[in-house]
């Protein structure tokens, strides 16, 4: 291991800070000064705990922070590692939060979570023309600034936009997909119908987004149609407990970039 990351950087950081601040700063000044380089595995939260004069509850409160400003990404089943370059998603449409109706939607950092062939037999699989059930399921967790994390399932038929699976994680990470459906399938949208319900997350979802087990958000279902009527995707967003409005719109206010 190397040498004490905190040894190193204890004295870069301002005074009086509560402590899982102050562990939060120096691992981020150790992450900016490249003693851990992008995408390197972190040491584990007892390890940091042991090295550091931090409780183990004092390191999960600074793993915390640092995974909701996207300085850190938590793989499950794998530890934790520092996040490679964030790219800011252009055009969020489904993730426009704000303090106010008045001030800018606050910036979105996207993170390929999953990409996969699944098998489903939803009705909403259904209406997207998909008989033998066949999608390709994207997954992304999204720093809202440095705020909170919500989690996004997207989900579209294989056999016709089978290109999504051949894209790298890179590609898909900050582009809407929308645009990547306009420039590459001519698809243009008419209509997006969304809903919303209150519920408790699952299991997976609060591990995702570091939450308390049990925790109760907003989902968010959407289903964007084409100019023909015909369904194109279907999605669900976790929006967990937070203080800003969620910014929508009608619904067939669609932007010309994507008409």
């Not at 851990?36 to 004069?53: S, V, Y």
Request: with cysteine.
């Amino acid at each position: 291991m190397k040498s004490n990351f905190f040894e190193k950087y204890q004295n870069s950081i301002p005074k009086g800070l509560p402590k899982y601040a102050e562990l939060r700063e120096v691992i981020r000044s150790a992450v900016l000064d490249g003693y851990w380089k992008n995408g390197e595995k972190l040491p584990n939260e007892r390890k940091i705990a042991d090295i550091t004069p931090f409780s183990l509850g004092t390191v999960q409160k600074a793993f915390k922070d640092l995974v909701a400003e996207g300085i850190v990404d938590r793989r499950q089943g794998h530890g934790s590692f520092v996040s490679d370059n964030e790219a800011k998603m252009a055009d969020p449409w489904h993730f426009r939060f704000s303090k106010n109706l008045f001030q800018n939607y606050m910036e979105v950092y996207p993170k390929i979570r999953k990409k996969e062939k699944v098998s489903k037999k939803n009705s909403w699989a259904k209406l997207l023309n998909s008989d033998d059930g066949c999608l390709i399921q994207i997954d992304r967790i999204i720093a809202i600034k440095d705020k909170f994390m919500i989690y996004s399932e997207f989900f579209l038929s294989a056999k016709k936009y089978k290109s999504f699976l051949k894209k790298s994680d890179k590609e898909l990470t900050s582009v809407n997909f929308k645009t990547i459906l306009h420039q590459e399938y001519n698809v243009s949208f008419k209509n997006i119908s969304q809903a919303v319900q209150m519920i408790k997350f699952s299991k997976v979802i609060c591990e995702e987004l570091n939450l308390e087990k049990g925790t109760v958000g907003l989902l968010m279902e959407i289903i964007a149609y084409s100019t023909q009527k015909n369904p194109v995707y279907y999605q669900k967003i976790y929006i967990p407990p937070n203080d800003f409005k969620l910014i929508t719109t009608d619904s067939l206010n669609v932007p010309e970039t994507w008409r």
